[in-house]
């Protein structure tokens, strides 16, 4: 077994304080994911997916513990380093797609080129672009604006922008949350493909069905990560 990795949190705590109180998101969490993986991580509303997934995409820090990605310690860098870190490693799907309605399809997808260091220039951009619609089979609406799309088209774009950098990960956080269950179903189609064809994932959801199309299951509980052989036994 010679697993390659792609990134190892180890003791990870998160704690968020407000004036009236202290919430102990994360509490102690150990992950190692390799490449090739769709790891899923599933548990009730609250328990702390997002906030974990938050810190896997390196758009926040740990209060403590150490998170190795792409060979460097994340866990100690600074708001500009891990934004570059980020852009270089990371491909981010949220539930509400975020994507910019006064761009159009096709530039939604090359932003995230555009803050490359090393620039691109226009043809690689768009052989990119087109690569990235072709594989979340969009390319036939490259010039419309994301309003003018279902939500299920909607989150194809937005798993086109994430992968338009050639990520190490794809982080997805319940991406079929604002979608009904036909889009939704489609959409877990589409990350099991991506994975097939060498895409590394890793979702969060609070869903047990989704979580089926994984080939990792894991479980959060009150932010803490539930042995997975635990949980059989459990049930
Ligand atoms: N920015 C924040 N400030 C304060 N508390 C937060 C913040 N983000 C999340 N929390 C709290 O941390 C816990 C975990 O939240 P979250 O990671 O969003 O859970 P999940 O995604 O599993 O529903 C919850 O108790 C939530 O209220
Ligand atoms: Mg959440």
């Excluded at 220039?121 to 309003?147: F, G, T």
């Excluded at 990792?216 to 635990?230: F, N, Q, S, T």
């Amino acid at each position: 077994m010679n697993q390659i990795s792609k990134l190892k949190m180890t003791g990870i705590t998160k704690t968020f304080v407000t004036s009236e109180m202290q919430t102990h998101a994360l509490q102690g969490v150990d992950l190692e994911i390799f490449d090739g993986d769709y790891v899923s991580i599933s548990g009730p509303s609250g328990c702390g997916k997002s906030t974990l997934l938050t810190l896997l995409g390196l758009l926040d820090a740990p209060t403590s513990g150490q998170f190795i990605l792409a060979g460097q310690d994340a866990s100690a860098l600074t708001i500009n380093e891990r934004a570059t870190l980020r852009n270089a490693h990371i491909g981010f799907v949220f539930q509400s797609f975020n994507l910019i309605d006064e761009l159009s399809v096709y530039d939604n997808i090359a932003l995230p080129l555009r803050y490359r260091a090393d620039a691109l220039n226009d043809i690689e951009v768009n052989n990119r672009v087109k690569e990235c619609l072709e594989k979340v089979k969009m390319s036939h609406r490259a010039q419309h604006k994301p309003n003018q799309l279902s939500g299920g088209q909607q989150q194809r774009i937005a798993i086109a922008r994430a992968l338009v950098n050639n990520p190490d990960i794809l982080l997805v956080d319940e991406p079929t949350g604002n979608l009904d269950s036909t889009n939704g179903d489609a959409i877990m189609q589409m990350l099991a493909e991506l994975n097939r064809s060498g895409t590394t994932i890793c979702m969060v959801t609070h869903d047990p069905r989704y979580a089926d199309f994984s080939t990792r299951k894991l479980h959060l509980l009150d932010g803490i990560m539930a042995d997975e052989l635990k949980m059989e036994l459990a049930v």
